[in-house]
């Protein structure tokens, strides 16, 4: 007992996960002025993965009153309002993204990292969201 039994191969998810440094943006960013991202992969003890070539993603997005907005930020030197731009990671395991602004606004853009399985293509493995509203640039 029972009257049948079933067998399939462990699964086991995975433990990946990104941070994202700086983990806040504390004050606003002027229009133009480049914030740089670091997003480190980790294993399920919060340990590094010292593993070149894996690629991250960021993404951004801004919500409104009138709800989901896409951002209209610049990832690494890609298109406005590109989402989510890809980077590998570098043999520390950390991917690099610079972002900037492209107008000002009362409603921040918030950039989220992560991963893809490239079996399946889906995503996993989300940083904490970090909101970034960017100003008027001061110059001129």
Not at 21 to 31: F, Q, R
Not at 55 to 72: A, H
């Amino acid at each position: 007992s029972p009257p049948a039994l079933s067998v399939s191969a462990p699964y086991i998810p995975t433990t990946w996960h990104v941070n994202l440094n700086p983990e806040a943006v504390n004050k606003p960013v002027h229009v133009g002025e480049p914030v740089t991202f670091t997003a480190q992969v980790l294993d399920s003890t919060n340990s590094p993965i010292d593993q070149a070539g894996i690629s991250v993603y960021l993404g951004q997005i801004s919500y409104t009153q009138q709800g989901l907005v896409f951002g209209e930020a610049v990832i690494n030197r890609g298109q406005i309002g590109q989402t989510p731009v890809e980077a590998k990671t570098n043999g520390k395991g950390e991917a690099s993204f610079v972002v900037t602004g492209t107008q000002s606004s009362v409603n921040p853009i918030y950039f989220e990292a992560n991963l893809v399985n490239n079996q399946a293509f889906y995503p996993y493995g989300y940083s904490d969201i970090v909101p970034i509203r960017f100003i008027a640039s001061n110059s001129g």
